[in-house]
């Protein structure tokens, strides 16, 4: 079976740093756009970073930019998020997604596989 699976979540102080890994198993995502969401307690599940297909094309949310960095290693058919100068407001489950395409596309309609999440919780 296809699986997304992050790791790398915990507890940490304002300003410290996480990198997040998300492994997939069961097919190749070489060829497919990926992204990472994040939903806090009582909020919609929003947007933090994709990667294209080839990782030569980046994106991201306007709240996280200059502090993530979403990277890929496809031989290892893995996908990251290192996570700088983080804040209170950056607690929230994070989810990874595979995308139908090879070129990152807004929404979620595109998405056709997600992780189970992992916890970030950031103390002030």
């Known amino acids: 079976q296809v699986q997304l699976v992050e790791s790398g979540g915990g507890l940490v102080q304002a300003g410290d740093s996480l990198r997040l890994s998300c492994a997939a198993s069961g097919r190749t995502f070489s060829t497919n756009a990926m992204d990472w969401f994040r939903q806090a307690p009582g909020r919609e599940r929003e947007f933090v970073a994709a990667?294209?297909?080839?990782?030569?094309?980046?994106h991201y949310a306007d709240s996280v930019k200059g502090r993530f960095t979403i990277s890929r290693d496809k031989a290892k058919n893995t996908v990251y998020l290192q996570m700088n100068s983080l804040k209170p407001e950056d607690t929230a489950v994070y989810y990874c997604?595979?995308?139908?395409?090879?070129?990152?596309?807004?929404?979620?309609?595109?998405?056709?596989?997600w992780g189970q999440g992992t916890q970030v919780t950031v103390s002030s």
């Open positions: 990667i294209n297909w080839s990782g030569g094309s980046t």
């Open positions: 997604a595979a995308e139908r395409g090879i070129e990152p596309t807004v929404g979620t309609t595109h998405i056709i596989y």
